[in-house]
């Protein structure tokens, strides 16, 4: 079924746009003066001082995208840039810290050629304008080879770009039955894969003619099989591990609400409980994307819209209101200190004063 | 301002999809059991028979696209060829044999920039609860004499060309200092003159590249679309588009167009379709796309010879074979065949 010939495709992108013009940029419903204006960083507890300078600013990196997701940080010798998906675009983008940008793949999550058949619709941020669809490839992340591992949305799989640019396709099925969207994706050090799946990479959801898995649920790629690891959560988003990886955080999308599990010698998951609860609040923003620091604290995207950071204990020290919803966010610089924040049209960076886990070397 | 980096496209296509699934086929509003069961071919004048045979059936070839445009027959040694076409939904351009093996030959063939979901002209969705979509791919295609593509980019706002080593040349994308605005279609005199229907600022005109110079050559039109020469090249025909009417002009030595005159007008017709895409056989006569939705045939006289009807509206037309007497029919979402018994102009060789 898969076997499209590309035969010029090479010859194309040479009159590719570096950037959208200035009037562009005035319409992505971000404004810099309103995060400089209200309070960015907001402590609920002493500790949030020791992570976050009260007085840190949002920088932004460079707006006029569609719909940002999967933000990784890749480190190069004393620098690095960051990795990010645009699901409107189906395309993964490579951002320096100084703003330069250039494409990193094209065609990174759906790779039909009806593009307009598949994807999950979402408005656009902009009164008046009509709704786009999620066809591009979703969360990142990078193994310990350092090669780029990527939640496919609408492809239905969990791809990876080996060191000499092929694309593999790692999964695309569970008992037989293939995906409806893959969502966020990580990489634990033995190099066990867990990723989330739902029914959003396809136009029609849960009702999509095309869905064939029943199951939303994390899913861990060991030894070349695919096995169902968290089953008891209806919505399944970000994942991130706790520092020492005993513990996996599972965002519940739309539902605000995180679960932690412990990870067991053979990778598998148990002992599910509630870890955070935002479910009484109402405003824009969702348990979508997460990272933690080297501290164990989760920062995690959520109602505000915000990043919440939540200690291990599960207590909640802090918030960074943000100018738009946010999907994902990365530690990155060579120091890992600083956050990389997917604000759907928006990339921004702010700096801390702890590191974030690293994945990149 | 036109300077993109490229450094890891190359390996992206290996998973491109040959065909949507059957049950995607379902939802494209084709229905072939209907072609068949009303003839397509209505002969108004005893002169169509000459052209069409009236029992002459409508060829599905393939199937499952959004909005295709600019179909062009291209000729291969010996007894093949191809079409290639325009999906202006996917901003691609496709190559598609006469049994049905479809390729990509040209991705991002329209709007070249990264934010594609802030360009493009609205057109309905297929569905009837379908959200609208947007035009960002390329439109009217045509050969020059070299035998390379010409593409007007339509939402890439230019006229490129693919050269020989498969390297992409921006031949026009200004008219007195303005961006152009969506360029619809392109055609090529013999003489390499090459003409193309585009906005710039307020104008909507055909205009002429010739030795490297743009200028406007048919203005007195308030909307413009496709474009043909009669075999002679003496007469340049305008589609109106959504005016439903064609114009033609004389075209004078310094390959300028005069002498405006209504050659054919359907504005009184309601029906789905409009004049978008044309072709002219060996006889002078025009093939054309119109209400019905239908393709019409018109003597030079301006005779409606009849009438070539279709399941789904028709953005362009080729005529294709190797003996140019099959017409290649974008509609929409599917590209037809129709043998006919009259070869068209070839601009293939």
Not at chain 1, 228 to 257: H, I
Not at chain 1, 308 to 332: C, D, M, Q, Y
Not at chain 2, 310 to 339: H, M, Q, V, W
Request: aromatic content about 10%; glycine content about 10%.
């Amino acid at each position: 079924m898969r076997g499209f010939v590309l035969f010029a495709a090479g010859v194309v992108f040479g009159a590719f746009l570096v950037q959208p013009s200035a009037a562009q940029d005035k319409d992505t419903g971000t404004k810099p003066a309103q995060v400089a204006a209200d309070k960015l960083v907001v402590r609920l507890d002493p500790a949030f001082d020791t992570l976050v300078s009260p007085d840190a600013e949002l920088q932004k990196i460079k707006g006029g995208f569609g719909f940002t997701e999967g933000i990784t940080w890749v480190q190069k010798g004393n620098s690095g840039y960051v990795l990010f998906s645009d699901m409107w675009t189906n395309q993964i983008y490579k951002l320096t810290p100084e703003g330069q940008l250039s494409l990193y793949l094209d065609h990174s999550g759906y790779t039909g050629f009806d593009i307009f058949r598949v994807g999950m619709a979402s408005p656009d941020p902009n009164p008046g304008e009509d709704k786009w669809y999620e066809f591009g490839s979703n969360g990142l992340a990078l193994d310990r080879q350092g090669r780029l591992v990527i939640a496919t949305w609408s492809g239905r799989s969990i791809d990876r770009i080996e060191k000499n640019g092929k694309r593999t396709i790692l999964a695309d099925r569970y008992d037989g039955k293939r995906f409806g969207g893959t969502n966020d994706v990580i990489v634990k050090k033995d190099g066990a894969i867990y990723f989330t799946d739902g029914t959003g990479g396809m136009r029609g959801g849960n009702q999509d003619p095309t869905k064939e898995l029943d199951q939303r649920g994390v899913f861990m790629l060991k030894d070349g099989k695919v096995s169902l690891v968290v089953k008891d959560m209806p919505a399944t988003n970000g994942l991130a591990f706790s520092p020492d990886e005993k513990y996996l955080y599972v965002n519940a999308s739309q539902m605000n609400y995180v679960r932690r599990y412990e990870v067991q010698p053979d990778d598998t998951l148990t002992n599910s409980q509630m870890f955070f609860d935002m479910r009484d609040d109402k405003a824009r923003g969702i348990t979508d994307g997460m990272k933690v620091d080297t501290k164990g604290n989760v920062w995690e995207t959520g109602p505000g819209p915000a990043i919440w950071v939540i200690s291990p204990e599960g207590k909640h020290l802090g918030t960074l209101r943000l100018p738009e919803v946010s999907a994902n966010l990365s530690f990155g610089d060579s120091d890992s200190k600083t956050l990389y924040i997917d604000g759907r049209t928006t990339i921004y960076k702010l700096r801390l004063k702890t590191p974030g886990i690293r994945y990149s070397f | 301002m036109r300077g993109w980096i490229l450094f890891a496209a190359g390996f992206a296509f290996g998973t491109f999809l040959v065909q949507p699934s059957a049950a995607q086929n379902k939802d494209t509003g084709t229905k072939p059991d209907q072609v068949a069961a009303n003839k397509p071919v209505v002969r108004l004048d005893s002169a169509f028979d000459a052209l069409v045979s009236p029992d002459a059936e409508l060829q599905k070839i393939k199937d499952g696209f959004g909005f295709t445009e600019g179909i062009t027959w291209v000729q291969k040694k010996g007894n093949s060829g191809y079409v290639l076409f325009s999906d202006m939904w996917t901003n691609q351009i496709y190559k598609l044999t006469p049994e049905g093996q479809l390729s990509l030959y040209l991705d991002h063939s329209g709007y070249t920039g990264f934010d594609i979901f802030r360009v493009g002209m609205a057109s309905p969705g297929q569905a009837p609860n379908e959200r609208k979509w947007y035009q960002i791919g390329s439109n009217g295609l045509a050969l020059d004499r070299q035998g390379r593509l010409l593409i007007a980019t339509n939402t890439g706002a230019s006229i490129d060309r693919i050269e020989k080593n498969g390297k992409r040349t921006i031949l026009a994308d200004r008219y007195d200092g303005n961006r152009l605005t969506g360029s619809n279609d392109v055609i090529v005199k013999k003489d390499g003159a090459i003409y193309f229907t585009a906005g710039a600022g307020d104008l909507r005109a055909v205009f002429m590249i010739k030795d490297g110079k743009v200028s406007a050559a048919v203005k007195d039109m308030p909307a413009v679309n496709g474009l043909a020469f009669s075999p002679d090249e003496k007469y340049l025909y305008v589609n109106a588009s959504v005016r439903n009417y064609v114009r033609r002009y004389e075209m004078q030595p310094d390959d300028t167009p005069t002498n405006g005159q209504m050659f054919f007008d359907m504005q009184d017709n309601k029906d789905p379709g409009i004049t978008d895409g044309m072709k002219v056989d060996t006889k002078g006569n025009v093939w054309e796309t119109a209400p019905g939705p239908a393709i019409v045939v018109i003597s030079p006289e301006g005779k409606h010879l009849g009438t070539i009807r279709l399941p789904e509206i028709c953005a362009n037309l080729s005529f294709g074979d190797t003996d140019s007497e099959a017409l290649y029919i974008a509609c929409r979402t599917t590209i037809y065949k129709l043998r006919v018994k009259t070869p068209g102009i070839r601009y293939s060789f």
